[in-house]
């Protein structure tokens, strides 16, 4: 017997990475899973997988599309009957423009993997409208939307349970990646909220905020990704970066009986980088 046996969940952003490990740690749990990702090749290999997952095709698509995020809900409501136990806000992306990364790393190439950067990055100056604003869609509005038509299912059974994924990035700021600091932070902001709002119907609200995790998102560090990471694990008190599993063992714990206390609350699973 699984925390989740019986339990609907659905896990955006589930076709790789955090959210893919995210989905099969709920499944293994017992949860019956449906999974959403950009690219429907990847969310339907992911659901494959899945032991638990729904009948109801994967969701494919962008969830800072409002009319495709309610179609989603829809089709959810009408697999499941409208019950919704569990809500991972996943979807993502990582990203450093090309210049800063390389100023990053040609300076960690001076100093070695222990060295404090201090050349000036200028990514703020650098930074487009549409950059900015992409960031701040996916994550942010991507977010909200899925949040508020998830407490449409979860409302009238006054139940259910909401996991942001936030960042370290939104709790200290990363220089180099202002937008998706932004976007971060606002994530944590908003999870707060609504767990003030929801709260006295049975909905708890957390984010969990990790710090670097070995994914595919990485690979925004370019060229110098082996020595940069080298850097962040020589300031991380455990001495190596996150693996998936650790960051989706955190987010069992929130879905489960054993996170019947918590809301609004971010969790930090980063090793000590953060302290």
């Known amino acids: ?42 969310a339907t290999a992911v659901a494959r997988e899945l032991a638990g997952a729904l009948a109801c095709e994967p969701l494919v698509g962008d969830v800072a599309d409002s009319a495709a995020v309610r179609r989603w809900f829809e089709t959810l409501a009408a697999a499941t009957g409208g019950r919704l136990d569990v809500l991972v806000n996943n979807a993502g992306f990582a990203e450093i423009d090309p210049e800063t990364s390389d100023r990053i790393g040609r300076q960690l190439q001076e100093l070695g993997a222990t060295g404090r950067v201090t050349t000036p990055l200028e990514a703020t100056a650098r930074m487009t409208d549409e950059r900015w604003s992409r960031m701040l869609a996916v994550h942010l509005d991507g977010t ?106 955190t987010a069992l714990f929130l879905a489960g009986p054993g996170a019947s206390y918590f809301t609004g609350q971010v969790l930090s699973p980063n090793g000590g980088l953060v302290v």
Do not use: W
């Open 144 to 249: 909200f939307r899925c949040t508020r038509e998830a407490l449409k299912l979860m409302a009238p059974r006054r139940s259910g349970r909401i996991i942001n994924i936030a960042s370290i990035a939104g709790t200290t700021g990363i220089a180099g990646a202002p937008h998706y600091s932004a976007a971060k932070a606002g994530i944590i902001g908003f999870t707060k909220a609504v767990a003030r709002e929801v709260g006295p119907q049975g909905i708890l609200v957390n984010a969990i905020a990790p710090g670097y995790i070995e994914t595919p998102l990485l690979a925004v560090m370019g060229p110098h990704r082996e020595l940069q990471s080298a850097a962040i694990a020589s300031q991380t008190l455990v001495g190596r970066l996150g693996e998936t599993r650790e960051v989706a063992a």
């Open 1 to 42: 017997m699984g925390d989740l046996d019986g339990q609907i969940a659905f896990v955006t952003g589930a076709g790789s990475g955090l959210g893919r490990e995210i989905a099969r740690t709920l499944a293994g749990a017992g949860a019956r899973v449906a999974v959403n990702d950009l690219r429907n090749e990847a």
